[in-house]
């Protein structure tokens, strides 16, 4: 059974008898039923009953429900009502608007709004530039989806895309201080999308993209990056390129290896596969093998779109061919950010001693991370219940913190590979190991390091 996770909690409000035992019976059940109970809290006592809020974690909907049948089956006890606390926490979106200034007098509408208003509005006509000292420009990012490839759940659209969207706009304000807004496209078609994304554009400081499937996305940020005066970033891409680079750098150290001399095998040659590839390579990576469904990425392979044209030509130095098993054995690291269960313990003994392996498909890796863990020097996931978890919440705080503070007007692989060595440098000498090769996303110092790093970057060109 997987690990409990606090996704899939549940409070369950139900009565039973004002017994000292009632409530050991109730975490046993849970217990016994492989989940965690996390809270419980009477909320009512009465002389012969009392009623209790147990709240539990489980590992998924059935889960849950089973857990919520073990309470009601305990003898006395009486189900009043199951809640799931992650739709809860759900109900009327996650993110609001809220008002810098005072709106209390005359004096302030006149300010904030007609007619004061209208002489910045005649200032900024007059000196364009204006517009990112004295509107929300200088800190405010759009968060543009088509709904097309949301999490690891597909094409679900843009109403569906909506919850991720807020997410990811609530993680740019808690991070790092940035106003993010959600748009969310009804449309799939790349024309629509570039100048839809072209006409709101003035009012924010940087575009993110997210959740557009490949090969879609990278046409749209090709575009966009050509069109548009301010910085486009596509987070499943470049975000998740610069946490693996980051996690990359240290898990070398731990094993004493150095990035030239590794022999690198990834899984995946879509949009996050495709960028890793490029920035590994920018960081100075020499041998590195892309495999996607089809077998390993080369020049003689038919069949290849330009995507995967352009990989085969900054790739595979050896013109190597066959599958993604054959081209593992040997290699020093494995990076995946494909589709779960594709490899087994097996394969990951074939690797050379010291190996490191990054299984990042999620909710389920490539390789059961226990299994990589008999054989590897260091494992991480996408997950936050593993150790060494690959988040892109690492970066693109710090990143578009860094952007905005400098008025960049575009993003590229160098900033990219600043930022990741940032990230990876948070992690101090004394604290680096095996099963801690990134900070925590908590670590206040990760934004601050990453921004920073992006800002120095910036501003050499700008003078």
């Known amino acids: 059974m997987a690990i409990p996770s606090a996704s899939y909690s549940i409070t369950v409000r139900l009565e039973v008898p004002a017994d000292p035992a009632s409530v050991g019976r109730l975490t046993t059940a849970v217990g016994t039923a492989g989940g965690a109970v996390t809270a419980l809290d009477v909320t009512e006592s009465h002389p012969d009953r009392i009623v209790v809020d147990v709240t539990c974690a489980a590992s998924d909907q ?24 992650t739709f809860l ?10 008002s810098k200034v005072p709106l209390r007098t005359r004096d302030d509408l006149s300010m904030a709004y007609t007619p004061g208003v209208a002489r910045v509005c005649l200032a900024i006509a007059r000196q364009p530039d204006d517009v990112r000292r004295l509107t929300v420009k200088r800190n405010s990012v759009a968060v543009v989806t088509d709904g097309s490839a949301v999490l690891g759940l597909g094409n679900l659209g843009p109403s569906a895309a909506l919850p991720v969207m807020e997410g990811k706009a609530a993680l740019f304000k808690r991070f790092a201080d940035i106003d993010a807004w ?22 924010f400081g940087g575009i993110n993209l997210e959740d557009i499937a490949a090969p879609r996305c990278f046409e749209v940020e090709r575009r966009l990056r050509e069109l548009l005066d301010i910085p486009v970033f ?15 750098t240290n898990a070398l150290r731990v094993v004493g290896k150095q990035l030239p ?7 995946g040659a879509g949009a996050a596969g495709s960028a890793i590839a490029r920035l590994l390579l920018t960081a100075g990576a020499h041998d590195l093998v892309v495999a996607d469904v089809g077998g390993v990425v080369h020049a003689g392979r038919p069949g290849l779109d330009h995507n995967l044209e352009e990989l085969a030509r900054i ?41 490191i392996v990054f299984a990042l498909a999620n909710p389920d890796p490539e390789v059961d991370p226990a299994q990589a863990r008999l054989s590897a020097a260091v494992v991480a996931t996408g997950r936050s219940d593993e150790p060494n978890q690959i988040n892109n919440v690492l970066a693109f705080p710090g990143v578009f913190r860094g952007l905005l503070d400098s008025g960049a007007r575009h993003v590229d692989l160098a ?16 604290q680096l190991n095996a099963a801690f090769i990134v900070p925590s996303v908590f670590d206040p110092a990760v934004p601050a390091a990453v921004a920073e790093a992006v800002r120095t970057s910036v501003e050499p060109r700008r003078t």
């Open 62 to 85: 059935e889960h849950s429900e089973r857990l919520t049948d073990a309470l009601r089956d305990i003898e006395g006890v009486v189900i009043r009502k199951v809640s799931d606390r």
């Open 89 to 98: 926490l759900h109900l009327g979106g996650k993110i609001e608007v809220r």
């Open 182 to 203: 959600p748009i969310c496209l009804d449309t799939q078609d790349v024309d629509e999308i570039v100048r839809t994304v072209q006409l709101v554009a003035p009012v």
């Open 234 to 248: 596509h987070d499943d891409q470049h975000g998740t390129a610069i946490v693996v680079l980051a996690a990359l």
């Open 261 to 267: 001399d590794v022999r690198i095998v990834l899984s």
């Open 315 to 355: 790739t595979n130095p050896r013109g190597s061919a066959g599958t993604l098993r054959e081209a593992l054995a040997g290699a020093d690291v494995f990076v995946g950010v494909s589709a779960p269960g594709i490899l087994d313990g097996d394969d990951i003994a074939t690797m050379a001693p010291g190996a």
């Open 415 to 430: 900033m990219e590979a600043a930022a990741a060595r940032a990230l990876a440098d948070v992690v101090r000498p004394e």
